[in-house]
């Protein structure tokens, strides 16, 4: 097996968390070692040891609460943890700085790749995990696999200690999501790899978060003003997002976990989605080429399934493969022909739990919804105050 990726070091990625629920972290298991499972848990922060989620408005009121997380298995990681130990579960196989120009069939008709510097490789089997804009998954429906989901994005990063006491208060050792009107919206994940370890086992810990830190990450429905502050970084993509929240009337104290982010950890990105319905994905006949993950199904993060659908793809994958007796050309392709039919199951449950919460926020950026959601929001949020559970805060 080997491994091809266009990156040279796998820790330049974004600063975001992934959440990795019970059944993403069984699929792991499957493919990676013991060893690298506890140090993964070890660096990871439980969600069963955090306060439920929460819901606002833009003014900072509580809408609602999220479900009890108590008994929750699921597990908050650093990406760049995740890649890193990712990369060392792969160990020599893994080839960086190989980019993927295209690919096709030699002239024995195995699968070949080639890559950007003019190499190629033949192989008996092509997976393409090359995500949103994959080469691999383009040749095989001969056009794009996703489409904008008509949201931009941006992250950062901001040490709960970083903030007011009132605010640390407020936003709590929770995740939290607050809409306001005209498509503005902001989830804030909180992340305590330490306080809150999956394993305790700080010695096994590779984690890049070192103590209590929000990752807060910004929505606005894309149009010719959201593709202006594309072009920002740092310092000034940052302002720029606090004046359009500001414009948007958000209170202050609830843009407080913005003004006080590292400028260096905000990044922009652009919401990437494919079609909700199974039957649309993967729509080519199976063969000795596929894909996974974020090439077939481009998940948007309002789910936080996407990373764990990708690593369950693989983990099928590699099942399928198992099962098979002697491997001819019939039954290979009947098990990748299995692959795909749960590849497309799972991509379009994950993809309309995505789009969902895209829609809702889409929703509010109409006349109508705007002035519904900025006139419900206060008697929301006064019934949500009678109905608060009495240990949140
Ligand atoms: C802000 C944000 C937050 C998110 N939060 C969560 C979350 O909490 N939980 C969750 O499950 N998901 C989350 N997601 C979604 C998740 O990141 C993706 O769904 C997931 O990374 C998809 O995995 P993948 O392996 O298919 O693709 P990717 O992670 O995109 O990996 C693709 C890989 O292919 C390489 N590559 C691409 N093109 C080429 C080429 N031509 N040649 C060689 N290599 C190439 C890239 O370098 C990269 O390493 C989030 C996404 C965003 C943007």
Avoid: K
């Avoid at 039954?331 to 969902?356: F, K, N, P």
């Amino acid at each position: 097996m080997a491994v091809y990726d266009r990156d040279t070091d796998v820790a330049a990625t974004g600063g975001y968390h992934i959440t990795l629920d019970e059944r993403a972290q069984s699929a792991l298991r499957r493919l990676v070692a013991p060893e690298i499972m506890r140090r993964l848990l070890a660096s990871a922060s439980a969600l069963r040891l955090r306060d439920r989620d929460m819901f606002w408005d833009y003014r900072g009121r509580v809408l609602g609460h999220g479900p009890d997380l108590s008994g929750s298995a699921s597990i908050d990681v650093d990406r760049i943890t995740l890649r890193t130990l990712l990369a060392e579960a792969v160990g020599e196989d893994l080839h960086l700085g190989r980019a993927v120009s295209g690919v096709g069939v030699d002239e024995h008709g195995m699968p070949q790749v080639m890559f950007a510097d003019g190499t190629s490789v033949t192989a008996d089997l092509v997976v393409g995990a090359d995500g949103t804009h994959s080469v691999v998954a383009r040749h095989l429906a001969a056009g794009p696999t996703n489409h904008p989901a008509g949201i931009i994005g941006f992250s950062g990063r901001t040490p709960r200690a970083g903030l007011t006491v009132p605010e640390q208060h407020r936003l709590g050792t929770r995740s939290s999501m607050a809409i306001g009107p005209r498509g503005a919206a902001l989830y804030v994940g909180f992340l305590d790899p330490v306080g809150n370890a999956a394993l305790d086992a700080p010695e096994l810990s590779t984690s890049i978060t070192t103590g209590p830190t929000y990752i807060w990450g910004a929505m606005f429905p894309e149009s010719a003003r959201t593709d202006v502050l594309r072009d920002l970084h740092g310092t000034a993509l940052r302002t720029a997002l606090l004046d359009r929240f500001r414009d948007h009337r958000w209170a202050g104290h609830t843009l407080e976990v913005i003004a006080r982010t590292d400028p260096v950890s905000v990044a922009a990105f652009r919401f990437n989605a494919a079609s909700t319905r199974a039957t649309d994905l993967a729509p080519w006949a199976a063969g000795r080429i596929t894909a996974l993950g974020d090439a077939v199904h481009a998940t948007p993060p309002t789910a936080g399934m996407g990373a764990g659908a990708a690593i369950q793809d693989a983990a099928d994958l590699l099942a399928q493969f198992d099962a098979l007796p002697d491997g001819t050309t019939t039954t290979l392709t009947d098990a990748i022909g299995r692959y795909e039919a749960q590849l497309r199951r799972r991509g379009g449950e994950v993809l309309s739990a995505a789009m969902s919460t895209v829609r809702l926020i889409l929703a509010t950026n109409t006349t109508l919804g705007a002035l519904a959601t900025a006139a419900l929001s206060p008697v929301v949020a006064a019934t949500a105050r009678l109905r608060r559970p009495p240990s949140s805060s």
